[in-house]
């Protein structure tokens, strides 16, 4: 189970650091990624990393200003987002990639689980 939290209402240009929780796994991650959608649109790749090597990927609208990390003793993946926009108005997800085929993907079919999702709003 994946347990995102840390979302909230943030003004133009601050910061927020999402945090994606796994308990009770019963299945090895080889990648986790965060992946958001705003209302009328669909989700969205936002960022990656993989657990071994903790090589990350980022979508071009946020390479730059948000950052993916991990805590291995925590088993959490962390996303620290800064300089928000508007446009950063989504509900985020954090999923798990169990594949090693897979790892690293930017495609939503890649990942097998997923969060419950935690609500960002940057007011302008």
């Known amino acids: 189970q994946l347990q995102a939290s840390g979302g909230g209402l943030v003004q133009v240009g601050g910061s927020l650091r999402l945090s994606c929780a796994a308990s009770?796994?019963?299945?090895?991650?080889?990648?986790t990624g965060w992946f958001r959608q705003a209302p009328g649109k669909e989700r969205e790749f936002v960022a990656t990393?993989?657990?071994?090597?903790?090589?990350?990927d980022y979508s071009d609208s946020v390479k730059g200003r948000f950052i993916i990390s991990t805590d291995n003793a925590k088993d959490t993946v962390y996303l620290q987002m800064n300089s928000l926009k508007p446009e950063d108005t989504a509900v985020y997800y954090c999923?798990?990639?169990?594949?090693?085929?897979?790892?690293?993907?930017?495609?939503?079919?890649?990942?097998?689980?997923w969060g419950q999702g935690t609500q960002v709003t940057v007011s302008s």
């Open positions: 009770g796994r019963t299945f090895s991650t080889y990648a």
């Open positions: 999923a798990a990639d169990t594949s090693p085929w897979t790892m690293g993907s930017t495609g939503t079919s890649a990942y097998d689980y």
């Open positions: 990393i993989t657990w071994r090597g903790g090589r990350t």
